[in-house]
């Protein structure tokens, strides 16, 4: 069940992740609307896409603009003559703490995730029931915003808000046949290689190697083009029941991850007062509290960051 004849968008996707997304999109035969901010680096994704057989064209701008959005439809409606399948890969970080985090350090990851997100996908589902084929919305989550990470205000709220809209979206779109879902990326990429845990499974990749084990099994934790058949899955007439779903990616795993459900749930005729909730919530409620942030395993000792 090929891509052959879908036309796809992909933002943010002249390196990284974003490429292989493009590069397996193209390889299943869709054409693809490559973006970046830099014309050389987008100029090359396209042409890497072209080399290998596939099509594509590019449109250099930032995502976040209502005009960015609509330049990528009428991209691929112009050069393509249609529009199936939205991935909404872009992003940037400002990794500060809250005390520390500017105006501008929220705002411009908000824009480019959270607003370049709905931004692009708006236009995309305007265009996609009128046309009436129906079509696919594939956003690109992470695992901060499911379960919060140090240093990161701004981009788990982001993520966090686009597993709120694809859920919002999938039932908003289903009478039109587009389907709407979140893929959350473990993987190898310029953001992770700065992170110690990884550096053993990034220098892997970076040499052309395998990846151990322990990452790619034991913490699902892979190359960018792992994520990508997902990716690919997810744009084809194969997932044409799967929708408003967060589907973790990485290494050797995939997870479909829940939705927030009440951990315990406590009745009191009359409602619970100030005074019950301090007699009470000990034996009622302190069992039932959920943890925060990411928790790996330990580091094997072959795979621990050289001392300094």
Known sequence: MSLDGKV???????????????????????????????????????????????????????????????????AAVDSFGRL?????NAGVLRDTVLWKMSDDDFDTVIDVHLRGTFTTVREAVR????????????????????????????????????VGMVRTWALELKRAG?????????????????????????????????????????????????VAGLVAFLGSDAAAEVTGQVIGVGGDRIQIW???????????????TYEALVADWPTEFAGALQSVGERFPELPEEFQPAAS
Request: net charge negative.
């Open 84 to 88: 199936d399948i939205v991935v909404t």
């Open 258 to 272: 829940t939705h927030p459900e009440a951990a315990t749930t406590a009745y009191r005729e009359g409602g619970w």
């Open 127 to 162: 265009h996609m029931r009128q046309a009436g084929d129906g079509g696919r919305i594939i956003c690109v989550g992470s695992p901060t915003g499911q379960r919060g990470n140090f240093g990161q205000t701004n981009y788990a709220a982001a993520k966090a808000g686009i």
């Open 178 to 226: 587009i389907t709407a879902n979140t893929v959350v990326p473990v993987a190898a990429t310029a953001m992770t290689a700065t992170v110690p845990y990884f550096a053993a499974a990034v220098r892997a990749d970076a040499q052309g190697g395998p990846m151990p084990a322990f990452f790619r099994h034991d913490l699902g934790f892979g190359t960018a083009d792992d």
């Open 8 to 74: 796809a968008i992909v933002t943010g996707s002249g390196r990284g992740l974003g490429l292989a997304y493009a590069q397996q999109l193209a390889r299943q035969g869709a054409s693809v609307v490559v973006n970046d901010v830099d014309a050389d680096t987008a100029a090359q994704a396209v042409a890497a896409i072209e080399a290998a057989g596939g099509r594509a064209v590019a449109v250099v701008a930032p995502v976040g603009p209502t005009e960015t959005a609509q330049a990528l439809v009428t």
